[in-house]
């Protein structure tokens, strides 16, 4: 097996017998790979009479499939050159008590919930570790020249293993829908927390990104969100743009949350891993 953190899914049509193996299983990634497990047994009890073949294959765990492994895995994203990854739902679907997240439906649905109410906050939001993607540190250095952007690098004092309250500022999701508007960024790979904030009912930044989920290609630019440059160099401008059109922003959000509720929430992402599984 590829020398990453993540399963081996071995399956027996005949028998209808399957098995997954776990390799280098880390306390950092403990949690993803017990949620993708489960995800993975929920979808093939879901589809479990369409799938008629055996196969035998590696799911990758970490945040990017790397490039010097050859063979076809399943994988939470991928760059778009990267034939050998399928895509599949993330494990943030399961819900992350790690983050604070217990429940991934209950989570979203809060959020939902509180973006009826108007935000307390008229500026744009992000909350992370600046050291997993430059475009971070970027924008800690935006928000100290543009006061509409408030933006926190936070660090875990025991590692994300450790829990929420390890973490050195801590903002629910929920609380982000106080803000005006907010804004996604890269991580060493996908950004687990977009679907999430998809949820909000708040206008919504994205930055072009180097990987995607299988859900990304649905959205559309000025429909689903607002896009920014990968280096963020036009984001005060985008900024501009919105507090210019509140009109098409509150379109924009309220698509981005009908977008999410018809299909981002834990079932969907079944649905969707079943029809992965059922394919091979």
């Given at each position: 097996?590829?020398?990453?953190?993540g399963?081996?899914?071995?399956?027996?049509?005949?028998?209808?017998?399957?098995?997954?193996?776990?390799?280098?299983?880390?306390?950092?990634?403990?949690?993803?790979?017990?949620?993708?497990?489960?995800?993975?047994?929920?979808?093939?009890?879901?589809?479990?009479?369409?799938?008629?073949?055996?196969?035998?294959i590696?799911v990758?765990?970490?945040?990017?499939?790397?490039?010097?492994?050859?063979?076809?895995?399943?994988?939470y994203?991928?760059?778009?050159?990267?034939?050998?990854?399928?895509?599949?739902?993330d494990?943030?679907?399961?819900?992350?008590?790690?983050?604070?997240?217990?429940d991934?439906?209950q989570?979203?649905?809060?959020?939902?919930?509180?973006?009826?109410?108007?935000?307390?906050?008229?500026t744009?939001?992000?909350?992370?570790?600046?050291?997993?993607?430059?475009?971070?540190q970027?924008?800690?250095?935006?928000?100290?020249?543009?006061?509409?952007?408030?933006?926190?690098?936070?660090?875990?004092?025991?590692?994300?293993?450790?829990?929420?309250?390890?973490?050195?500022?801590?903002?629910?999701?929920?609380?982000?829908?106080?803000?005006?508007?907010?804004i996604?960024?890269?991580?060493?790979?996908?950004?687990?927390?977009?679907?999430?904030?998809?949820?909000?009912?708040?206008?919504?930044?994205?930055?072009?990104h180097?990987?995607?989920?299988?859900?990304?290609?649905?959205l559309?630019?000025?429909?689903?969100?607002?896009?920014?440059?990968?280096?963020?160099?036009?984001?005060?401008?985008?900024?501009d743009?919105?507090?210019?059109?509140?009109?098409?922003?509150?379109?924009?959000?309220?698509?981005?949350?009908?977008?999410a509720?018809?299909?981002?929430?834990?079932?969907?992402?079944i649905?969707?891993?079943?029809?992965?599984?059922?394919?091979?």
């Open positions: 097996m590829a020398n990453f953190n399963l081996q899914i071995q399956y027996y049509a005949e028998g209808k017998v399957y098995a997954l193996l776990c390799s280098m299983v880390t306390e950092e990634t403990r949690e993803r790979v017990c949620n993708t497990s489960r995800m993975i047994s929920e979808a093939m009890f879901r589809v479990h009479d369409k799938m008629n073949n055996d196969f035998e590696n990758c765990c970490n945040d990017s499939y790397p490039d010097f492994c050859s063979e076809t895995v399943l994988g994203c991928k760059r778009k050159d990267q034939t050998n990854v399928i895509l599949i739902p494990f943030n679907f399961l819900g992350r008590p790690s983050v604070g997240a217990a991934y439906d989570t979203v649905l809060a959020m939902v919930e509180a973006s009826k109410v108007a935000s307390e906050y008229d744009l939001f992000w909350i992370g570790n600046e050291e997993s993607h430059i475009s971070r970027k924008l800690l250095e935006l928000s100290e020249a543009d006061k509409r952007i408030e933006a926190y690098g936070m660090r875990w004092s025991g590692g994300q293993a450790t829990g929420a309250s390890s973490a050195s500022k801590f903002v629910p999701l929920v609380d982000h829908t106080k803000y005006k508007y907010l996604d960024l890269p991580g060493y790979g996908w950004s687990g927390r977009m679907k999430s904030l998809m949820f909000s009912g708040r206008p919504l930044f994205i930055p072009d180097e990987f995607y989920e299988y859900w990304h290609e649905d559309v630019p000025f429909e689903n969100y607002i896009p920014v440059k990968g280096d963020l160099s036009d984001l005060s401008q985008q900024i743009w919105a507090e210019a059109h509140p009109k098409e922003c509150e379109d924009i959000a309220k698509n981005a949350q009908e977008y509720l018809s299909h981002l929430m834990h079932t969907h992402a649905d969707a891993l079943g029809e992965v599984l059922a394919s091979l």
